[in-house]
Structure formats: structure tokens, C-alpha cells
Nanobody, 118 residues
Framework: QVQVAESGGGLVQAGGSLRLSCAAS???????????MGWYRQAPGKQRVLVTS???????SYVDSVKGRFTISRDNAKNTVYLQMNSLKPEDTAVYYC?????????WGQGTQVTVSS
């Protein structure tokens, strides 16, 4: 089994920055089988949506609304994925979740709140 934990959320003014971290722990065998890591967000009253993802090999993808503002990165040695969020907007306010996915399992964190004030 793999446990995933996010950190780094908080309250920030519009235009500010935050960096989220997502660390995985547990079965070394299971972690080694992880192929893609993603950041999702869920705003109040809305569905959880994918924001960005990164493969173990480093290929990234972003939803259009965050392109040029958010950057995903990973440190395979530390089993950690990061989300650097710049030029934050009030519409970025949400609970941010990370998900680590392998061939047959998905592992979710508990989420971290990001609130952007105008």
C-alpha cells in the first residue's frame, strides 16, 4: 500500500504564490510501480478536476486555465511531487488533492485547502 500526503496549502492574496508538496510513503514495491502523479482540485459545489500531471519520466500536462502559472515537478528520490502556483487568482480557490497512479491502483491524499483572496 501507498500513503499520500499533501502539504503547503493556505491563504494567499490574488497575485501571490504557493507551493504544494505531495509525499508518498509505504510499500517500496508499490511506489516503484507508480507511473503518473497528478494534482486535482475541487472547488465548493463543483466536481474534482485534474489540474496537472507528470509521468515518472517527466512528461507534463496542464489544464488551460493554469498554463503559464502553475508548474508541476517531481523528485523521484524523495517520492515527492510539487506544485508551484504563481499569479494565483480567486478562482483557484479549492481543495487540492494529489493522486499517485500505478497499473492497477490509485492512491489519493487527504487534500489541502488553497484560498485566494481578492
Amino acid at each position: 500500500q501507498v500513503q499520500v500526503a499533501e502539504s503547503g496549502g493556505g491563504l494567499v492574496q490574488a497575485g501571490g504564490s504557493l507551493r504544494l508538496s505531495c509525499a508518498a510513503s509505504g510499500s517500496i514495491f508499490s511506489i516503484a510501480r507508480i507511473t503518473i502523479m497528478g494534482w486535482y482540485r475541487q472547488a465548493p459545489g463543483k466536481q474534482r478536476v485534474l489540474v496537472t500531471s507528470i509521468t515518472r519520466g517527466g512528461t507534463t500536462s496542464y489544464v488551460d486555465s493554469v498554463k503559464g502559472r502553475f508548474t508541476i515537478s517531481r523528485d523521484n528520490a524523495k517520492n515527492t511531487v510539487y506544485l508551484q502556483m504563481n499569479s494565483l487568482k480567486p478562482e483557484d480557490t479549492a481543495v487540492y488533492y494529489c493522486k499517485w497512479s500505478g497499473p492497477s491502483n490509485d492512491y489519493w491524499g487527504q487534500g489541502t485547502q488553497v484560498t485566494v483572496s481578492s
